[in-house]
Each structure stands twice: as C-alpha cells, then as structure tokens.
C-alpha cells in the first residue's frame, strides 16, 4: 500500500463523498473589517439546513489545504481554488461528520451543515490590515476575519442564534485552525449552546528536525506567523515570550492551552508530517500550494510510494516520527483533564476523517472513528481515559491495522470511497 501524498486530497475529497451543500459567499465583507481571501475577493461557505428535529444542532467543518509561507508564495495561491472562493463549484459534496446518510453518519447526518472554505493560506489566522502589493496584483492576510465573519452571518441569516449543540471540526490546515480557534469560537457561541466540542482532523505537525537535522519547519511556521500576524489561542500566546508566540502555530504546544473539549484524530504515521516535517526541505523558490518543501530530502521520494524502497535508515525515522507522536499525546496535561480524548490510527494517510471509507470502517480494537466520536461527543465531562484509542504500531510496514486497507475491505455498496490519489 502507497503511502498517500500530501495536499492535492483537499479538494479532490470533496468531490467524492456524499452531503450536497449549496455555496454562500459572506455578506458585506467590507462591514466584516474586510473578510476576503488572498485575492481580496469575499470568503464563502457552505450550508446544507438540518432536519426539523435537529434544527438547533450543527457542525461546522473547516477544510483545509496546506499553507503558502512566503509572500509571493501566498500571491500564487491567491490565483488557485487555495487563495480564492470563486473557482469553487456552487454545491458540494462532503463525508464524515457532514454525510447524510445515516447508514453511514448516524449521528449528524441531519444537523445543520457548514463547510468554510479555505482560502486564506494560514489556517483562519491572518490578521494584517496592509495588503501585500505586487506588480502583478495585491494580497490581503485576512483569514482570522473570515472565520469571525461566518459565525456572524450564521447567526444572522442561517438560525445559528437558537444553536444548542455545535461540533467544531476540519482536516489538515483546517484541523490546525481547530486547534488555534476552538476557544474563540467558543466564546463567541450564543447563550443557547449547552455543548460544544472540537474534534480537529490531522491537523497536527511536530516541532520536529528533519531526518538531515534541519530546523526549516519550524523556520516556515514562524515566517508565517509574522507575515500575516497571526491571531491564533490566546492562553497559549501569552504563556510565551513575544518572540516565542509562533510555537502555538504547532498542536503540541497550543493543545494544553485550549480550554474547550477536544478529541484528537490523527495518525501517528501522518503521511503529510513525514512528508513535510521529516522528508521536507527548505523552500527555494515560490509555491502556491502545500506546506513546504516535501519529499525534497534525498532518497525519499522512492521511499513515500514503496515500503521495500525505504532503507532501514528511513524506517528509523519514520518509526521515530510516530513514536514522539505518541509521546506527545500520552503526556499533554490537557489529557490528564476530563472530558478530552483521541483517536490515533496508524495508516499512512492524511486527513481522510472525512471520508465515507475512514469515518464508518477505520477502527481501533473494534471502535469504528465515527464511534469513537459519537461516544466522546454524546459524553459528560468523562475521564479522557474513557475516550483514549491508540491503535498498533507498524515496524517496517505500511499496515499493521487491516482497516487502513481500504480498496479490499469496502464492499462495493459502500459509496464514494476514494482510490488512491497522486499529485502534490
């Protein structure tokens, strides 16, 4: 089985997967302190209304898609489906939490739907008022806005003002604007809400070196955080010194931070962290898409397709890799805290909790994913042990769980599960 590539999955999942959302862009983006994209062009979503019964009930899902980290990188993906909400399709399908079928999604398959469309290139954190101007054309850092503009006009036009209950969840970049934003939005939910929780999707990359002892990961999320000024938790910027605030750009250091119920869902062989963080270089020249540099270290892009191809050198650090994961999880106080919990797999996959394939057969001991959220989500203030699922760990394999095998174990019923895909 391939180890899967990072990024181009974004946009291709949402054309496989099942709930049809029809597509807003944000009302008056200017009265919203200017809630655009990188183009300068509004910020969309899209909603799908639930069923009367479940009216009051929503999740929200923030997509992601990798980050631009340098200007004129950020100025390429202003010219992408990355950096602008008008190329993308007035209506979507999307899985996980927003499938609507209940055979599949049981749980939230008729509460109301929204999906932010990710357009910023900093996970919902850019808060810079100047704009970046080239000869070319001109940018704006405004993603943090779009994010606090949606809940307004969700509230506003869409019934969020009568919510009660709210899953806040997204994958990738989208998973790390959860982990930055879980709080803020909490803050911002109307008195009527009685339960709210985050489930962030892959969204966590380790403050690692890279397998030839580089420290340009990190480099890239500082750059970012500056360039666009970020706004990310606030509790976590302020237990650092000015000069250090960029680390909560990263899950493991903000995690302990956030005061909201969370439940983790990612692989500790995260294809896009192996990639980026252990097999990636520094950036040499602009890209509009991804995170970096990935798969540039000598040797690995053989290794990412094949398991044979990969040296024992390599397995090293991937095994590395997965285990500093683990530990990080095992030892974040914020799981000694009730009420948290986390779902780590070991495919080598990225971001696929909102697929039909990973949300209803992925599972851990016998605990499908969708399971494992609905127990933690539908929970009171539980111990986080009642909600921990750690999955086997693979030595010198792509497979230790036969449920990551998901061409042989779907039947061909199921719906829109995706075949493997390529591309960067």
């Not at 990190?218 to 606030?234: P, T």
């Not at 252990?278 to 995170?291: D, F, I, L």
């Not at 779902?343 to 394939?357: G, L, N, W």
Request: net charge negative; charged share 20%.
């Amino acid at each position: 089985m391939k180890m899967i590539r990072c990024f181009a999955f974004i946009l291709f999942i949402c054309c496989v997967c099942s709930a049809i959302m029809d597509k807003y862009y944000l009302k008056d983006a200017a009265a919203n302190d200017g809630a655009v994209c990188l183009d300068g062009t509004p910020g969309a979503y899209y909603f799908q209304a639930g069923s009367e019964a479940n009216s009051t009930k929503w999740v929200l899902h923030v997509v992601g898609g990798g980050m631009c980290m340098d200007d004129y990188s950020c100025f390429l993906r202003s010219q992408t489906t990355l950096g602008s909400c008008i190329p993308w399709p007035d209506q979507i399908h999307y899985g996980g939490p927003l499938h609507e079928d209940p055979a599949y999604n049981p749980d939230f398959y008729d509460w109301n739907h929204v999906f932010l469309i990710f357009c910023d290139g900093a996970s919902f954190s850019g808060d810079r008022d100047e704009p970046v101007v080239f000869p070319e054309g001109t940018i704006y850092y405004r993603g943090h806005r779009i994010l606090l503009g949606l809940i307004k006009e969700l509230k506003n036009l869409r019934g969020f003002d009568r919510a009660t209950d709210v899953l806040f969840v997204g994958d990738s970049a989208g998973g790390m604007a959860t982990y930055y934003h879980a709080d803020e939005l909490r803050d911002l939910m109307p008195k009527s809400v009685t339960r709210f929780k985050a489930a962030p999707f892959s969204g966590m990359f380790l403050d690692r070196l890279s397998c030839e002892g580089k420290d340009f990961f990190r480099k890239e999320f500082q750059h970012v955080y500056q360039m666009q000024n970020c706004s990310v938790n606030k509790r976590c910027e302020a237990a650092y010194p000015p000069d250090e605030r960029y680390k909560c750009m990263f899950a493991e250091y903000t995690m302990e931070y956030i005061e909201s119920p969370l439940f983790v869902l990612n692989s500790a062989n995260d294809a896009c962290g192996i990639a980026c963080v252990v097999a990636g270089e520094p950036e040499t020249e602009p890209r509009g898409t991804g995170s970096g540099n990935c798969t540039a270290a000598p040797g690995w892009q053989y290794c990412q397709n094949e398991p044979h191809q990969c040296s024992d050198s390599q397995w090293k650090d991937i095994e590395d890799y997965a285990s500093a994961f683990r530990k990080l999880l095992e030892n974040n106080p914020k799981f000694k805290q009730n009420g948290n919990g986390y779902f780590e797999y070991s495919c080598f996959t990225h971001a696929i909790e909102a697929t039909t394939y990973a949300w209803f057969y992925v599972e851990i001991q016998g605990t499908a994913m969708r399971d494992a959220v609905k127990r933690w989500y539908f929970s009171d203030n539980e111990p986080s042990s009642n909600h921990m699922y750690k999955d086997c760990i693979n030595h010198h394999s792509f497979m230790c769980n036969p449920t990551c095998d998901y061409p042989t174990i779907i039947p061909n019923s199921a719906p829109d599960f995706p075949p493997l895909y390529e591309g960067y």
